[in-house]
């Protein structure tokens, strides 16, 4: 049995079903894939632990990082907001090891219509992964490695950072691979240019957790 925190959508999670279809606990190791691109949407997810990374497969291989999903985030609802039965449209991935609930999706349709402040919640959730997504795409949109990291390191301040003494450290654990095949580069670029970054006094690194000293003067030095 999987030990779960708690909060608001979690506790609701467990529910809905109302004991006779408890929520699916699972646990996925790093890059263990949740769901693949046509995929049915017959489940929608809430993760407990760790992060899940979204991209989308393009024809010629491509992978391209759409959003970084954190700790009590709602992801496949695609189904839930077309109103029927579809496909799934991004590959979820788990960038750390995670822990998930999952309902099936028609359960989710009642919950939405029995509880108004789940879809209040699910909506709040949706509008910050937009924004994260637009910021994914400009940081992508560089074509200079220094500068694609740096907007990346400054996406996971906003939404994995915990402030601290030093600056904001990121609380997830990278590895350069990881942060590699989210921005596009390989492992030896990634690898170079955190020890730039880190000459510089930017940024430091303890057991594979990243804290950017000063979040402020990074964007304005290289972006």
């Known amino acids: 049995m999987v030990a779960v925190p708690s909060s608001p959508i979690s506790d609701m999670f467990r529910s809905f079903a109302g004991g006779t279809l408890p929520p699916v606990v699972e646990s996925y190791e790093r890059n263990k894939t949740i769901f693949f691109p046509g995929d049915p949407a017959e489940r929608v997810y809430f993760l407990t632990k760790g992060a899940v990374k979204l991209s989308r497969v393009y ?19 695609l189904s ?65 490695m220094g500068s694609r990291l740096v907007s990346f390191l400054l996406i996971l301040c906003r939404d994995f950072g915990v402030p601290g003494n030093e600056g904001i450290t990121v609380d997830l654990k990278l590895s350069h691979q990881a942060i590699a095949e989210a921005i596009g580069s390989t492992r030896v670029t990634v690898t170079r240019l955190l020890g730039d970054l880190r000459e510089q006094g930017m940024i430091s690194i303890h057991k594979k957790k990243i804290t950017v000293h000063d979040p402020v003067t990074l964007s304005q030095q290289f972006t």
């Open 80 to 144: 839930l907001i077309t109103g029927d039965r579809s496909d799934r449209f991004y590959h979820a991935v788990a960038f750390t090891p995670v822990e998930l609930m999952s309902l099936q999706a028609d359960q989710m349709s009642v919950a939405l219509k029995e509880h108004p402040e789940l879809s209040a919640m699910m909506l709040r959730g949706l509008s910050s992964r937009i924004l994260q997504t637009e910021m994914m795409i400009e940081t992508l949109a560089h074509r200079d």
């Open 59 to 77: 024809e010629a291989g491509e992978e391209i990082t759409v959003a970084l999903l954190r700790e009590n985030s709602v992801f496949g609802v």
